[in-house]
Structure formats: C-alpha cells, structure tokens
C-alpha cells in the first residue's frame, strides 16, 4: 500500500492498481492474485484445498465434543479453550492413517491408543488432570471405575459422550455419584461397544470443581 499525491481524486481500479481513500489519504495498491475459481481448480492450490478442509473439519469436531461438556469447561476459565481444542483435533486427525490426505478425519485418529492418550493429556485450563487419578475397566454389561483412594473429593461427575464426528453430532449422558469413599465403583454402559465412546469426568470437593477431563 502506498500513498499519493494528485490535483485529481481517483477512485476505482486502473489495471492492476486499486485507488481509494483512507483516513483522509489517497492510497494506492494492488490487487491481490487470490481467485476463487483458481483455488478450487488449480491443481497448484491442491494442498491448500486439503488443508482447509481438513481444519474445518476438525474445528467443527471439536465444537461437537465441547458442546457435550462445555457446562464444565466454563469453570477452567481459559479464553483459548476453542483454540487450543481445535489444534488438539488437529494432531488427533492427523493420526487416522486410512483416509487419504484432505479426507482424514478426527474421529479414525481417535481410534488409535496415541489419539486417545492426547485426549487424556489435554488440560483444561488451571484444573487439574483426572485421567491419572481415575481408570476405567470393562466387565460385561458393566464399566468399573477405578478411583485414587488420595484423592480430596466428595462427588464425581461422568459425561459419557457417543460422538458422530463426520456428521457433527453427538449423543450423550451425565451421571452423578457421590464418593463416600475411593476405590471400585460399578459405572453402567450406556451405549454400544461397537462405537467410539468417550468419557470425560469431573471431579468436585465441597462443590468446587478439582479435576476435570477425558479418562
């Protein structure tokens, strides 16, 4: 951008020169080379394509997720929660080793053990991380979990959460138990083995949230 002097006012376009007026200065610049129907065509914009499809995606994943739990994220009082979830979905996809590039999906990359443990390590905010202190085990028809007998907590809170992360859906449920003690407590399975489940939990000691994330 650069400015001009002139005893003539221009305004408009000459060639590849844009005229206009700002804060009371003739400006000048030029035009910028993006074009619509290059980037959707051109086989040079192929990789640019694929990225931005693939960061869509993810953030929107990321927003299904969120909305399932964001009753609870709201107390880790991060104002760059959305961000730093959307890159977390951003490595997640980037793990499905099945789909082509520009089609990869968040929901494959949370298949594999390395996606999911990215998910357990993710921190919300100041709160502390709950995966190292909680364990879940499957027996039948029935989910145990395993509780730090350490921990300073009187109420637990499991939002189990059956994404849809190609269709931007979810389906999910919410139980509260009460912890007169740690140890073992039988947790039913609310949804089918054949999917991808999650499981997010959120610790509370005298009504104020402790720990909190996937386990």
């Not at 005229?19 to 065509?41: D, I, M, Q, T």
Request: net charge positive; glycine share 8%; with cysteine.
């Amino acid at each position: 951008m650069a400015t001009y002097e002139s005893l003539i006012k221009i305004t408009g376009s000459i060639g590849d020169l844009v005229f206009y007026s700002l804060n009371g200065k003739n400006v000048v610049r030029k035009k910028s080379g993006f074009n619509k129907n290059a980037f959707k065509k051109d086989p040079s914009y192929e990789k640019v394509r694929q990225n931005s499809s693939e960061f869509g995606h993810c953030s929107k994943a990321g927003k299904t997720i969120r909305s399932c739990i964001e009753n609870y994220t709201k107390a880790a009082g991060d104002a760059l929660l959305y961000q730093k979830f959307a890159r977390l979905m951003t490595v997640i996809k980037d793990l499905d080793a099945v789909s082509d590039r520009g089609k990869r999906v968040v929901q494959n990359g949370m298949k594999t053990e390395a996606g999911i443990k990215l998910l357990k390590e993710f921190r919300f905010g100041e709160k502390e991380n709950i995966w190292q202190n909680i364990s879940i085990e499957k027996e039948q028809e029935n989910l145990i979990l395993n509780v730090n007998d350490q921990l300073a907590a009187d109420e637990l809170i499991i939002i189990t959460i059956e994404p849809d992360l190609e269709g931007y859906s979810a389906e999910y449920t919410e139980e509260k138990m009460f912890l007169k003690k740690a140890g073992k407590i039988l947790f039913k399975k609310h949804f089918s083995d054949s999917t991808l489940l999650l499981y997010f939990g959120v610790l509370k000691n005298k009504g104020e949230i402790t720990h909190m994330g996937f386990i």
